[in-house]
């Protein structure tokens, strides 16, 4: 298992977003946050994803529970992705707008659903307006119990974190095109968000978990 991850700042004044693993010192599974603060200030970002993935052993919603304890003054919306106690794939929970992507049996799935004021409307077979995709409807310490979203992952042959910095400009066929030639995807991600005209903070954390896929086989993106 390889991974990068890279941020850029953007036309920000600061950078708030954050990333943060950590392996288990008794089974050595790495579990990966990544964090994007709801302001100007990353505090509450890096924070987050630091107690998340020092608790992930004890599962997401333990992970979860510690990144709210851990922010006191601030926000951000979370992904994280916790190895399952096989050591076979990953549970992923999310709140707010930061995603996670996989590659498995060479496709490149979403696997988490916006918490957004847009996602809640089109959910509901209404248009939603542009504005709509930067209002969050769960957040760190906003979000109840129930809003926590999670997700059962086998072991992908990629695992792919990004905040809204990135996946608003970079569709999924780009982001199959990079993750199978890019000497480092997660900085490729970035560089094309920005270049694609993100003027948001941009992150994205790439877990090359599985054996590289043949040169051969393309990469479908799920419907």
């Known amino acids: 298992m390889t991974w990068h991850t890279w941020s850029e700042r953007g036309a920000r004044r600061t950078n708030a977003d954050a990333v943060a693993s950590f392996a288990d010192p008794v089974t050595g599974r790495v579990a990966f946050a ?8 990353g505090t509450a ?27 006191t003054t601030g926000d951000c919306v979370l992904v994280l992705a916790v190895p399952m106690p096989t050591g076979q794939g990953y549970e992923i929970a999310w709140l707010g707008d930061a995603r996670a992507y996989a590659v498995v049996d060479d496709t490149v799935i979403q696997l988490t659903t916006d918490h957004t004021l847009a996602q809640y409307f089109r959910d509901r077979g209404t248009p939603a307006t542009p504005r709509m995709e930067h209002l969050v409807t769960a957040s760190l310490r906003t979000a109840k119990p129930e809003q926590l979203g999670h997700i059962a992952v086998p072991t992908p ?20 095109h990079i993750l199978r030639y890019a000497a480092d995807p997660a ?37």
């Open 157 to 176: 042959a990629f695992l792919v974190l990004t905040s809204d910095g990135v996946h608003r400009h970079v569709d999924q066929p780009t982001m199959a």
């Open 34 to 41: 990544l964090a994007d603060g709801i302001g100007e200030d």
């Open 45 to 71: 970002a890096r924070l987050a994803a630091a107690a998340a993935v020092r608790s992930a052993g004890q599962g997401a919603d333990v992970a979860i529970a510690a990144a709210r304890s851990a922010v």
């Open 187 to 223: 900085a490729e991600l970035v560089r094309r968000a920005i270049a694609a005209g993100a003027t948001d903070n941009a992150t994205a954390l790439v877990v090359h978990c599985a054996p590289a896929i043949p040169e051969t086989r393309p990469i479908p993106v799920a419907a």
